[in-house]
DNA sequence: TTGCCTCGAGATCA
DNA sequence: CTCGAGGCAA
């Protein structure tokens, strides 16, 4: 038995190495599996045997905290959204314009249909052929590194079946988990006392995301889907089409109920019957992706900085709900904002339990005549955020109707957690709490203050907050800098680490800049952008706080009301005093931060720069568009003073005129490709 | 908004 | 063991 343990540890580590250091297993990943199983079978038998240095012990081929993150090879976009037939139509009309059809001619536009799976967006990246990397989505720039997970995932193929790979493959696809496995895998988790995962998404999601402890079982059941081929996509193929058949070639699982539609009525009709046959598919699916099938037509019309123009995510209507509003609480927010919340007999919904769902403000519960006590329907909006749809009013009970039970509470009149006057503004839907100093505020200030874009306070979170704030320990932002680990003992969960490393924290806090300050205060109308605006036009605090409200109002991109509010939180004595206050407490501005742009991306040559189009030019419009926006640049339609350079191609229109009575710069493309180039 | 994962550290119990 | 914080994904 102790040699056959023995001989496992070594074959297992032996694979390990081949696997990832050498990145040529010998092994497929289930024989691997079987092998590594029966080591952890045998050790837990006879635990007497287990030694710290087996391979079923090991965590150490893995980063020590998290992922490591990598910058995708371009931006993995989001999708616009179509929820019925009609913006459906709208899409196609979008469509027909930006390829300058004539009217009526739009039908000859092929669509490619793919299920809109529900899954986890992925991008693996093949080196000649070989799998070497698999990222999240992460932000669309930037994603997780998850591919020691990945590799264990059946669908994914180690190697492309390609008789020539190209040198760089970025296959995009989703990761999803199928019902039948998702079954089985929750069975096998009740089995060993672990708790079911609550729905696909989030297990598929999850798994790949474990560090430790790799579960074979987990990461086994995973299917991939490749849908896209954003890199290493050979010239001779033109349409979406091919590329998903060249994806099935390679080894990819490609949804077997893709079609290519011709036309926007094809399309819709792909759309119901997809919708019928929902049930009976294997994965779940939220909707149908369609995408303009040539791509000579995707490169005319461009991408957004969001999402392609040529692409669409056409909904399923979302799945509804009934159940009994409980409750109606009010919070009050940042700004003093009284919002009311329902509080929800929980429910399921598109795969999670809905308990909370906002109600925004007073005029949408009498609009909707919502009342404690009443059956409503739900739904959960654009994919996340629960709503309340309308009430059954004839399921309305006589005690509501009447009014006995509290009935369609209004926002109070006094605020809930300070009991002062509330407002309500002529003309706008907020109720707010007229308490500057209101505890519930100065706690979601705090919250705001201590966020990760404003100084980012490690380790002060809402508990923590919610006690500084009770305790009394904290009545203003500033305070916060005053705390000492004395003031902090007697906490809950607050010992001797915990206050240092608050301490600490603080400590690295009081070095900031001046955007990431004027965004902590919580200002009004003052986000991280408008932040940098300000910081960028004034530089120090001192010039801000000297700053005349003319001065703010004149930056570009501040307009009236954003200057009414910072010039008025500058001249209040009392915020004037809070922030000489964080600087006796050490609060320092260093020089502003890089721009993220910093590292990886290339100098924008064009930065800044404002482009006009017009006449034929040598590539499709959208194509040039794309590469001066991927240098920086803007391209807008209408040749103005501020527009920096007219690009004139052949036989070009009334712009380049306009350019010429302007004195605007004309460039040709050979100007422009030179200009891109940094010259 | 919910569900998932990880980490550090406090709380609890043997 | 449990909790709070933090991060990620839809």
Not at 29 to 57: F, K
Not at 209 to 233: M, T, W
Request: charge should be negative.
């Amino acid at each position: 038995m102790r040699l056959r343990i023995a001989e496992l540890r070594d074959e297992v580590l032996r694979h390990d190495a081949l696997y990832y250091q050498e990145d040529a297993p010998e092994l497929s990943d289930a024989d691997y599996d079987v092998l590594r199983r029966e080591l952890v079978a045998l050790e837990t038998e006879h635990p007497g045997l287990l030694t710290s240095d087996s391979p079923t012990q090991r965590v150490g081929a893995l980063p020590a905290e998290g992922f490591d993150t990598a910058p995708h090879r371009s931006p993995m976009l989001s999708l616009d959204n179509a929820m019925n037939a009609d913006e459906m139509r709208a899409f196609e009309v979008r469509v027909s314009k930006l390829l300058e059809h004539p009217d009526g001619e739009s039908s000859s536009i092929d669509f490619v249909a793919e299920p809109k799976l529900d899954g986890s967006g992925i991008e693996l990246i093949y080196a000649k052929g070989v799998f070497v990397q698999g990222l999240t989505r992460g932000d669309g720039q930037t994603g997780e590194d998850v591919t020691v997970n990945l590799r264990h995932v059946p669908s994914i193929p180690e190697r492309l079946a390609a008789e020539d790979p190209p040198e760089i493959a970025s296959v995009r696809g989703e990761i999803v988990l199928p019902l039948a496995a998702f079954e089985s895998l929750n069975a096998s988790r009740v089995g060993r006392e672990l708790k079911p995962f609550e729905n696909p998404r989030n297990a598929a999601a999850g798994s790949l995301r474990q560090i430790h402890d790799i579960d074979f079982e987990r990461l086994g059941s995973l299917e991939f889907r490749g849908y896209s081929l954003a890199e290493g996509c050979p010239a001779e193929l033109d349409r979406q089409s091919q590329i998903l058949d060249l994806l099935g070639r390679w080894g990819f699982i490609i949804s077997p109920e893709i079609e290519t539609c011709h036309g926007v009525e094809e399309a819709i009709r792909f759309h119901e019957q997809l919708l019928s046959a929902r049930g009976d598919l294997p994965v779940e699916i939220d909707g149908t992706v369609f995408k303009v099938d040539r791509i000579d037509q995707q490169e005319t019309m461009g991408t957004l900085a969001r999402a392609p123009r040529w692409a669409i995510a056409f909904k399923f209507p979302p799945e509804q709900a009934e159940t009994v509003l409980e409750d109606i609480e009010v919070q009050v927010g940042r700004t003093g904002a009284l919002t009311p919340v329902a509080r929800l007999r929980p429910v399921r919904v598109g795969g999670v339990t809905v308990s909370n769902a906002s109600l925004h403000n007073q005029d949408e519960i009498e609009r909707k005549d919502i009342r404690i006590g009443d059956w409503i329907m739900i739904q959960r909006a654009g994919d996340v955020i629960p709503q309340v749809v309308r009430v059954r009013l004839d399921r309305r009970h006589e005690s509501v109707a009447e009014g006995r039970r509290l009935v369609r509470r209004a926002l109070p009149s006094q605020c809930p957690v300070c009991d002062s006057p509330t407002v309500r503004l002529e003309g706008e839907a907020v109720t707010r709490c007229a308490n500057l100093d209101c505890p519930a505020q100065l706690k979601n200030n705090l919250r705001h203050l201590a966020g990760r874009s404003a100084l980012d306070v490690d380790g002060l979170g809402e508990k923590l907050v919610d006690q500084l704030v009770e305790a009394g320990l904290v009545t203003r932002l500033s305070d916060v800098f005053a705390l000492d680990e004395d003031s902090l003992s007697g906490l809950e969960r607050m010992g001797a680490k915990s206050a240092a490393n608050l301490i600490a924290a603080l400590e690295r806090a009081r070095e900031t800049t001046l955007p990431r300050l004027l965004f902590a205060l919580g200002i009004r109308h003052v986000g991280q952008t408008v932040a940098e605006l300000l910081a960028d036009r004034f530089g120090t605090l001192a010039e801000m706080l000297a700053a005349r409200p003319e001065e703010v109002a004149a930056i570009e991109g501040i307009g009236p009301t954003i200057a009414e509010s910072v010039s008025r939180f500058m001249a209040d004595p009392s915020n004037r005093e809070e922030l000489a206050r964080f600087g006796e407490l050490g609060l320092v501005l260093a020089a502003p931060e890089e721009k993220p742009s910093g590292e990886d991306v290339p100098p924008q040559s064009l930065d800044g720069l404002i482009f006009v189009l017009t006449g034929t030019l040598s590539r499709p419009r959208g194509e040039v568009k794309n590469s001066i926006e991927a240098a920086g640049g803007k391209v807008t339609g209408t040749v103005s003073r501020k527009t920096h350079y007219v690009v004139a191609g052949e036989d070009p229109g009334s712009k380049a005129r306009k350019a010429a009575d302007l004195g605007v710069e004309i460039l040709d493309e050979t100007g422009l490709n030179a200009l891109i180039a940094g010259e």
